[in-house]
């Protein structure tokens, strides 16, 4: 007995080694800038509405764009929500993707999970990232939790699950419940585990608790290098670990700009304000239209019209603090409101735009002055009701951006000798020496200039 003694001490010590041992802290520390993930600093976004963006409305016949996309300079793949839609109080035949029956399953639609995988791994393959859309503020109206956790949604006054606002097809979530929470995160680790994405944009963002969002982005940033954009504009929001917000007030003053209800020199009050609103790292993403915006209020073709569009797009893409957004078929353009709820694909035929926006996402990816972090200074380039102009710099590298943002051919004059010297025309690709002699910018022109 006294032999079996010390065998039997020592299979127990370990034995309890083993069940006590603490799980290992990630030893995988990527590189950040200001707390964000490195790639997205000088990266880029482009939404993907699937359903629409071929006749077929499937993951495979997306993949088929892959290649044009890459060469374009296309950097970050947003997927619209790719999760099944509830089938009761559906909107239209197909219903809104934002009506979501299952947060763990892929819309058939579109596919099958494989299918999804094989797409997130072609656009890996290619040196992109992808970022899927995430709804935790509603549910679809038959979704499996409305019967198995019935205290995991908002009652109405009949004790009813709550309509999210005015959304006839979903019922409102209670994320103050604490299962609910880890539910809801334990989904979201789902699709970095099982699809290795690399981010999720969080629809309705701004109503969901601070609570959840301290809860759920640590846990997917160990997971992952994961980016984090939330639709909202709200403090909260930055201060709770999201990478980047909506610019809601730089847009709605863009609009009033183009409409030439407000003079140009109305961005100043936007910065001013945003330097104020958020943290001093907080990224906005900068667009002229998205999903929401060209279903329902006309962008970009009728909020930035015909030539209207592209000075503001540069502005978008080369703003302070920014990463932009570009919408499908914005490079075509496709010049209507696409449908929401029903079948209305795309068509990319002529690519009209797809040089601008190569040469802007190109210019952005070579150079560091249009890194998020990168320093910005207004320049005095003209009348200030209609020129805008600014530097943006980081290390020895610097551009010059001068936009006409009115209807008025404008005279530029640049007098700041620090910024007459050879530079590299970005839109003509020529060499050139500023110099303080006048130049005429024509309506909506604009200028870009490599230092």
Known sequence: MKKLLLPLFAIALILTFICCKKEPLATNNPPQIDGHPVWIMQGNI??????????????????????????????????????????????????????????????????????????????????????IDWVPNHTGADHR?????????????????????????????????????????????????????????????????ADFWQKSIPQLKKMKDVFMLAEGDSTYLAKSGFDAVYPWHMFKMMEKIAKGQRPAFGLDSINTENETRYPKNTIQMYFTSNHDENSWNHADYGTFPNEVHAPFAVFTQTMKNSVPLIYSGQEEPVLRAIKFFDKDPMTFKKLER???????????????????????????????????????????????????????????????????????NVFKNTTQILTAQPQNLKPWGYEVYEY
């Not at 109080?89 to 763990?104: C, E, H, Q």
């Not at 399953?105 to 791994?121: I, L, S």
């Not at 290390?395 to 005279?411: A, D, H, P, R």
């Open 46 to 131: 482009y939404e993907v509405n699937v359903r629409q963006y071929t006749p077929e409305g499937t993951f495979a016949a997306f993949e088929k764009h892959l290649d044009r996309l890459k060469a374009m300079g296309v950097q970050t793949i947003w997927f619209m929500p790719i999760n099944p839609i509830s089938k009761v109080d559906r909107k239209g035949s197909l219903g809104s993707y934002y009506a979501v029956s299952d947060f763990t399953a892929v819309n058939p639609e579109f596919g099958t999970m494989a299918d999804f995988k094989r797409t997130v791994q072609s656009i890996h393959d290619r040196g992109m990232k992808v970022i």
């Open 354 to 424: 797809q040089q601008f926006y190569t040469t802007l996402l190109h210019l952005r990816k070579r150079n560091s002055a249009l890194s998020a972090d990168a320093t910005f200074a207004k320049v005095n380039a003209g009348d200030p009701k209609a020129i805008y102009a600014y530097t943006r710099q980081k290390g020895n590298q610097k551009i010059l951006v001068v936009l006409n943002l009115s209807g008025q051919e404008q005279t530029i004059i640049i007098t700041d000798k620090s910024l007459l010297k050879k530079v590299h």
């Open 145 to 209: 939790w409305l019967k198995q956790h019935p205290d995991f949604y908002v009652k109405d006054s009949t004790g009813k699950p709550a309509v999210a606002f005015d959304w006839a097809d979903v019922r409102q979530l209670n994320l103050k419940n604490p299962v609910l929470q880890d539910s809801m995160v334990a989904a979201m680790k789902y699709w970095v585990t099982n699809a290795d994405i690399d981010g999720f944009r969080c629809d309705v963002a701004w109503n969901v608790p």
